[in-house]
């Protein structure tokens, strides 16, 4: 089966991925690149989670996780803030491979004005 897909200037929708620590991780780093705001429902609470949310902050992102429920992210885009301080992912191997990447993005739009 073929499908022809057309290039559209913006992207809206709805994704729903099962419960899973990685998922949730993924979740809270896309959701603070993405710019404005984002919604992780049923996310997987937990240390990896909650370092990861620390240095999205760091970098810029504004993160409510006051629900257990439902995690509300407002996202920064690609203007991350240079960080105030280590970005410590703790033992998240998820958030150290992709916040690795996060951090150098920050550092080349910093060093490129």
Do not use: H
Not at 26 to 33: D, K, P, Q, T, V
Not at 55 to 81: H, P, Q, Y
């Amino acid at each position: 089966m073929m499908y022809l897909i057309k290039p559209t200037k913006t992207l809206q929708g709805n994704v729903r991925i099962p419960g899973s620590k990685s998922g949730t991780a993924r979740g809270i780093i896309l959701a603070s690149l993405a710019k404005g705001e984002s919604r992780i429902y049923n996310p997987i609470p937990g240390i990896d989670s909650y370092s990861i949310i620390d240095c999205c902050r760091t970098l810029g992102a504004k993160i409510d996780c006051s629900n257990d429920n439902e995690w509300i992210i407002e996202g920064i885009g690609m203007d991350l803030k240079a960080p105030s301080a280590v970005l410590d992912v703790e033992n998240s191997g998820t958030g150290f491979y992709i916040l690795t990447g996060d951090g150098a993005i920050s550092y080349c739009s910093l060093n490129s004005l």
